[in-house]
């Protein structure tokens, strides 16, 4: 089976994050799930980016990959939203990703270098999603399924953000169960 880090989104590492995380432990996979936040939640998006400000989001991101450092090479990177920079940024510069799961966010790949040849990502979003589609990562997350054969953007209809976490409001059990059926399906063709 996949070993996978997964990054948690702005609020910190929720219980709603270890939930999904379990979902893919319980497929048989090793999840790792690093804390970015050393221990602090947010009740909402407005407070988890307050402290990203105050700490620095290339901080954060350069935590994520620290807490990376003494974990195999050859996983599979998987971010939410806030997560998805330390998961491209480890995919793009660390030798050995097996595979990018984007869940809520994408950056064009030029902010981190080349593209690994090869490596495959699914990006998975809402449709209405104020973040992904408003703040401008629907457009490289297109631009790269566009051009990239190992690339797979899939759009769920909704405007929710963090909508795979069940302890926000914004979760959707429907499209979380589809993300996460589509995500094993990924997992299984690197197992293969």
């Not at 620095?56 to 990177?77: C, K, M, Q, S, W």
């Not at 799961?101 to 495959?120: I, N, R, T």
């Not at 899939?154 to 409001?169: I, M, N, R």
């Amino acid at each position: 089976m996949t070993e996978i880090v997964l990054f948690h989104h702005i609020q910190g590492l929720t219980p709603g994050i270890v939930a999904f995380a379990d979902r893919l432990r319980a497929a048989g996979h090793t999840v790792h799930t690093p804390d970015q936040f050393e221990g602090r939640t947010f009740g909402s998006i407005d407070e988890g980016e307050a402290y990203c400000s105050e700490i620095g989001f290339t901080e954060i991101r350069d935590r994520g990959v620290r807490n990376a450092a003494d974990l195999p090479a050859e996983v599979v990177y998987a971010g939410m939203s806030l997560g998805v920079m330390a998961a491209q940024t480890l995919v793009q510069t660390r030798p050995g990703a097996r595979g990018l799961l984007a869940y809520f966010g994408f950056a064009d790949p030029k902010y981190f270098g080349e593209w690994p040849d090869g490596v495959p990502v699914q990006v998975h979003a809402m449709d209405a999603d104020p973040y992904f589609v408003g703040e401008g990562d629907l457009e490289p997350a297109q631009a790269f399924v566009d051009s990239h054969p190992e690339g797979e953007l899939f759009l769920y209809p909704g405007d929710g953000h963090l909508f795979a976490d069940a302890t926000l409001g914004d979760y959707d059990e429907a499209a979380t169960a589809l993300l996460v059926e589509r995500s094993l399906k990924l997992l299984a063709r690197l197992d293969g």
